[in-house]
């Protein structure tokens, strides 16, 4: 058990708390879309654990009456329950600028190195970024080899400053889907993209970010590959 901070809210409150790893992060939101981070702590924990809820009144004296509903158990960025098959899905593990296996790396034949940052994490600490001031297209990707043969959906929270970026899913080299990323504010990520897969046991699905030949900024968080 570790503490991870404290943070003052008006009842009802939304909670939120995001491994990625061994890092646990905890948030509150007011709406449930809006939220702010409280801290984060790393704990030694094995790769599947039970979870529950709950709660204390700091008072022997006292019994605690709170309840909690709209409870969701889900994959990190908020994917369906089911085993998140990319690794370091939200950038924690690196150390800025770096990326690298397992996990996320840069496209090589692009002419700007994609890195990881703490300038707009959507969770946590961290996120991966495609970010420049001239004009020069970047990339970043994951490659997992598919378990079995099944529907994937890639879930992934993305923002850029600029139109022309674009987030989506290839396998076997063949795209299979792909959407625009919407231009917000700095940190305004919105809701996430999420899309289908259909591949077979051993192919190689890639998921990916690509930021076009022009300068500004495109990011990606919590993203998840399951099924």
Not at 40 to 55: I, N, Q, Y
Not at 110 to 138: I, K, V
Not at 151 to 169: D, H
Request: aromatic share 8%; charged share 10%; proline share 6%.
């Amino acid at each position: 058990m570790s503490f991870i901070g404290g943070a003052s809210a008006t009842v009802p409150v939304w909670l939120r708390v995001v491994r990625s790893g061994d890092q646990f992060s905890g948030a509150i939101s007011p709406d449930g879309s809006n939220w702010t981070t409280v801290g984060a702590v790393t704990v030694d924990m094995p790769a599947t654990l039970p979870g529950g809820l709950a709660v204390t009144s700091h008072d022997s004296t006292r019994l605690n009456t709170s309840t909690f509903d709209n409870v969701v158990a889900a994959g990190n960025g908020g994917s369906p329950v089911g085993r998140n098959l990319l690794i370091n899905n939200g950038f924690e593990s690196y150390t800025p600028p770096a990326l690298g296996t397992p996990g996320w790396l840069s496209d090589a034949f692009r002419q700007s190195p994609a890195q990881s940052e703490n300038t707009e994490p959507h969770s946590g600490a961290l996120n991966g970024a495609c970010r420049t001031t001239t004009s020069l297209d970047c990339g970043i990707y994951q490659d997992v080899t598919a378990p079995a043969d099944a529907t994937y959906t890639f879930t992934v929270y993305a923002n850029a400053s600029r139109t022309g970026a674009w987030v989506g899913a290839n396998v076997n080299g063949s795209g299979v889907q792909a959407m625009p990323v919407q231009v917000r504010g700095t940190g305004a990520y919105g809701s996430a993209y999420s899309m289908t897969v259909p591949a077979h046991a051993g192919d190689t699905i890639r998921v990916w970010l690509y930021s076009p030949a022009s300068s500004g900024s495109a990011v990606i968080d919590d993203a998840s590959l399951t099924y």
